[in-house]
């Protein structure tokens, strides 16, 4: 009776162990010890189980993927924004990340008010929009794509301008380049932002809406992910065939993990059930290139 | 009979003077006269809610929620009290609304708007002047094009148009109050 007892004692251990890393164990990212790391959620906010599993695996990556901060696609709270909400869509199933101090950055989706930029969790400033430099060379603009007005696309210019050579790196909730189904590409905010990202060199763009994983191939020497499927998923929505995919995921929930090097940048979609459903390594184009592509 | 040519020349010199006038005076653009009287509603609704934040919990960066709540509802509190009567067309009057639809008419049909306009739009919901913007309710992305070819509205007051249905709603996102609306804005 005790070796049995000793024995399945052993193997529960086992399958918590297991369960314990799982979402660590597919992790192929270099982590180098210089890098900025980082991830990205879209579309989260539901107070699901299916937000709680992917926080879960979110949390559990950084055990091998020590991400310094999460950036949030929009969509944060579905539904009513009351302090109970916030709780249960936000500040629960991200409280292991928030004790630890990973700081999150929040754009504003369709499902959001805008006095979420007062709530200092989500490190807004009080702005709709804002940019912000985690380390230099590198430097993030969140933006407010329900509401793209001559203000912001005049901040915009301004902000971009004075960035100098830092990464470039923009996020918000209506994708650009998209082969949703349901939604598909934003074409009167491309034609209002893309040529700002081409004239000022913007390396990558995050963003959600649409409740899936896309990899864009690059767009006129512009990366483009799609990111919204932390708490939301919309089966079967990426439309096969299209041109525009370089790799999609719509049959699960999923977050991204990112690495930054001087000239590359290494990504990772994971599943919440922690399995890696695309990696990569994708090295910056320099401004020849980016001029060269982008016809300019 | 001294005094006739007086007469006349008096009467002469005000019948110059009003053809001059009227030749000088400047014409009055009927549309540009609209969107300033827009301007002047929407600049008074100002007035009124600066009045009413005055005094009241402000609005500020906290990890407190609820402090930010109470904030926003008690400035919705103190906006609705000051506009007790309020009503649909306060700001967006009868000429006011017909302008706004002629702005909106070609845009909304532009590449792209109906798209926009039609999958993120909350629908036919119940909404009133003066009354919070349904909790539970998206907020429709405003296509850029209608956007563009709105009045501007004044910078960093949190003001800003909104669709809800058919209806252009004019949204105080600070108090997240419906300040007024055009019906059936766009077909």
Redesign the interface.
């Known amino acids: 009776m005790p070796s049995r007892h000793v024995s399945r004692c052993a193997s529960l251990l086992a399958l918590v162990v297991a369960i314990a890393t799982l979402g660590a164990q597919d992790i192929t990212l270099p982590a180098k010890p210089d890098s900025l790391k980082f991830a990205v959620i879209g579309d989260s906010g539901t107070g699901s189980s299916a937000q709680y599993r992917v926080a879960e695996m979110l949390f559990k990556a950084r055990a091998t993927f020590p991400y310094e901060f999460v950036i949030m696609m929009g969509d944060n709270l579905y ?5 109970k909400d ?2 249960r869509k936000f500040e629960l199933p991200y409280k292991p990340l928030l004790d630890a101090n990973v700081k999150f950055y929040a754009s504003l989706g ?6 979420q930029r ?4 989500f490190n807004m ?2 702005e709709k929009y804002y940019t912000f430099k985690p380390r230099d060379g590198v430097r993030f603009f969140a933006l407010d ?7 912001q696309l005049d901040w915009l210019e301004k902000e971009l301008a004075a960035s100098g050579s830092d990464w470039k790196i923009a996020f918000f909730h ?1 994708p650009l380049y998209s082969s949703g189904g ?3 590409s ?4 491309r ?2 932002l893309e040529p700002m990202f081409l004239k000022h060199g913007v390396d990558v763009v995050f963003s959600g809406h649409e409740h899936f994983y896309e990899r864009v191939k690059p767009q006129k020497a512009i990366y483009y992910f799609v990111s919204g499927g932390a708490g939301k998923l919309r089966e079967g929505d990426v439309r096969p065939n299209s041109e525009l995919t370089a790799k999609g995921f719509d049959t699960g929930y999923h977050f991204m993990l990112l690495e930054l090097e001087k000239d590359v940048m290494h990504f990772e979609a994971v599943s919440d059930q922690g399995k890696s459903v695309d990696s990569g390594s994708l090295p910056r184009f320099s401004d020849a290139e980016k001029k060269k592509l982008a016809g300019l | 009979m001294k005094q006739l040519p007086v007469v006349l020349a008096i009467g002469l010199t005000l019948l110059r003077v009003s053809a001059t006038s009227a030749v000088q005076a400047p014409e009055v653009n009927p549309d540009a006269q609209l969107l300033l009287e827009f301007k002047e509603r929407v600049d008074h609704y100002l007035q009124l809610r600066n009045k009413a934040d005055d005094g009241a919990p402000p609005l500020e960066k906290t990890e407190d929620v609820a402090q930010i709540r109470q904030a926003q509802l008690t400035l919705a509190e103190r906006i609705k009290a000051a506009r007790s009567g309020a009503k649909q067309g306060d700001i967006f009057t009868p000429a006011i609304a017909s302008q706004f639809k002629r702005l909106v008419h070609l845009p909304a049909r532009e590449t792209g708007s109906k798209e926009i306009l039609k999958e993120d739009n909350p629908g036919a919901i119940t909404f009133k002047v003066n009354e919070r913007y349904p909790d539970k309710e998206p907020l429709a992305t405003v296509p850029p094009a209608v956007l563009g070819s709105l009045p501007k509205l004044p910078e960093k007051q949190d003001l800003e148009y909104r669709f809800v249905g058919k209806h252009l709603v004019l949204l105080d996102t600070r108090a997240h109050l419906v300040v007024d609306y055009v019906p059936n804005a766009v077909s």
């Open positions: 539904g009513r924004e009351t302090p916030f709780e369709n499902h959001d008010e805008a006095n007062y709530y200092k969790l400033n009080g794509s329900n509401y793209m007005d001559q203000a209506h349901r939604h598909g934003d074409l009167q905010l034609e209002r």
